[in-house]
């Protein structure tokens, strides 16, 4: 009995310290998150009212804002979908199948994520530009690409196509073929496979790839800026029209269209945050 109270005392003593140490590293966390985070979207939002609720509003009536609000919602209606499609086949072919080049087209998948944004932009001026390898080709046929929309959703696909296929690549290895094999023996085709077997069962990792996707591609600044060529009402994106405002001093209205990439930002979370939590309910 002797020994027994300063044992007890000894994890009396753990226990403080653990659950100390624990509100030390939640207290660092959350000061972080303020300081990063919070602290830069409140001065957002303060900056975009500063002079009232009237001249917020009246920042979204300049035709040049309005198009590259238009411009950021549809380059991010034609990039979401192709990346997903892409993503979906890519994982596909990686999770189910041995082919020769695997190892290299998982390389080719995580690129964007090496290569800068910019430097992304300038192989697209080198090949679709006025000299570049197809600029020639591409006149000759009245097309553009850079300075024009096509160039703006080549440059967003690029920097944003792994992001499904990197979500759904882990949980499709992670599930294995063994219900896809089960199904094609009962008769069921490729296409009703997936839909009936595949599809249910990464529907969230889905989603969460999607919604990741869309945030790069509303947010994406240093491609589209060098292939886009800053033509007011016609190839500015939001981002870009930010840089635009704040550069000529009209701080109220950069800063209220930064408030709303800021807001579109914050439903995102929010809805990333809800498909996690559908994902954690389906698994638990």
């Known amino acids: 009995m002797a020994g027994l109270a300063p044992r007890v005392e000894n994890r009396r003593d753990a226990s403080v310290a653990t659950r100390i140490g624990r ?35 009246e920042a979204f009536d300049d035709p040049d804002t309005l198009s590259a609000i238009r411009l950021t919602l549809l380059t991010a209606a034609i990039v979401v979908p192709v990346n ?19 190892s290299l087209l998982i390389t080719l998948i995580d690129l964007p994520f090496a290569v800068s944004p910019v430097v992304a ?43 499904v296929a990197r979500e759904l690549i882990p949980l499709m290895q992670q599930q294995g073929s063994e219900e896809e094999e089960a199904a094609i023996t009962l008769g069921a085709g490729a296409w009703m496979t997936f839909l009936r077997v595949t599809l249910p069962k990464i529907r969230w990792g889905l989603l969460y790839g999607v919604i ?19 033509i007011r009402g016609m190839t500015n994106t939001m981002p870009l029209q930010v840089e635009i405002l704040y550069n000529e001093y009209n701080f109220v ?32």
């Not at 998150?33 to 009212?49: C, E, M, R, S």
């Not at 997903?84 to 082919?99: P, R, S, V, Y």
Request: charged share 10%; hydrophobic share 65%.
């Open 23 to 57: 509100a030390a590293l939640i207290a660092i966390a959350v000061a972080f998150v303020a300081l990063l985070l919070v602290a830069p979207l409140g001065a957002v939002l303060v900056q975009a009212l500063s002079k009232g609720v009237g001249a917020y509003f």
């Open 84 to 102: 997903t499609l892409f993503g979906i086949a890519a994982a596909w072919a990686i999770a189910k199948f041995e082919f020769r080049g695997k």
């Open 121 to 163: 932009g300038l192989v697209l001026v080198m090949l679709f530009g006025a000299h570049g390898w197809f600029g020639s080709w591409l006149q000759e046929r009245d097309i553009s690409v850079i300075f024009a929309v096509p160039g703006i959703v080549l440059a967003t696909v690029f920097v944003t196509f792994p992001y």
């Open 212 to 230: 990741l996707c869309n945030a790069r591609a509303m947010g994406e600044f240093g491609a589209v800026s060098v292939v886009s060529g800053h």
């Open 253 to 284: 209205a950069a800063f209220a269209v930064a408030s709303l990439l800021a807001v579109l930002a914050i439903v995102t979370l929010v809805i990333k945050t809800f498909v996690e939590w559908r994902a954690d309910r389906r698994t638990g």
